[in-house]
């Protein structure tokens, strides 16, 4: 297939937060977009960085180390491996994610949003 991927169509199929969407695989990572509302809960990735790309509105992401990083559209930040993290987005924001495939957004399988590919 030779089809773009528009990703604000795909965005306007789901309305709910911090619930990530597959819209494409990359070299055995899940490409994915979510709509982001309030504050997710602190976590840690282990074994894999987490890549932050916003679309839409504007992120911050607290770290454990007492800073916080704000982005707006346009914008990318990669929280390495290890570091205990926090986003949270005071209006909806939108965002693309990286993340090898099988990776539980919450960093635990158990409270992990179910892989959803549209």
């Known amino acids: ?7 604000a169509t ?5 309305s709910e937060a911090w ?3 597959t819209v494409a ?8 977009v979510a709509k982001l509302r309030g504050d997710y809960h602190w976590h840690v990735h282990d074994d894999t960085d ?4 916003v679309l839409h509105g504007r992120l ?10 704000s982005l707006t559209a346009g914008q990318v930040y990669i929280v390495p491996a290890g570091v205990r993290h926090r986003p949270r987005a005071s209006e909806e924001a939108h965002i ?12 635990d399988p158990l409270t992990a949003a179910p892989r959803r590919v549209i």
């Open 10 to 14: 795909k965005l306007a199929t789901f």
């Open 96 to 107: 693309l994610l990286i993340e090898p495939t099988g990776t539980p957004n919450s960093g």
């Open 60 to 69: 911050d992401i607290d770290l454990d180390d007492g800073e916080t990083v």
């Open 19 to 21: 619930q990530p969407r």
């Open 1 to 7: 297939m030779h089809t773009p991927i528009d990703l």
């Open 25 to 32: 695989l990359f070299n055995g990572h899940d490409v994915m």
């Open 50 to 53: 987490d890549f932050f790309l």
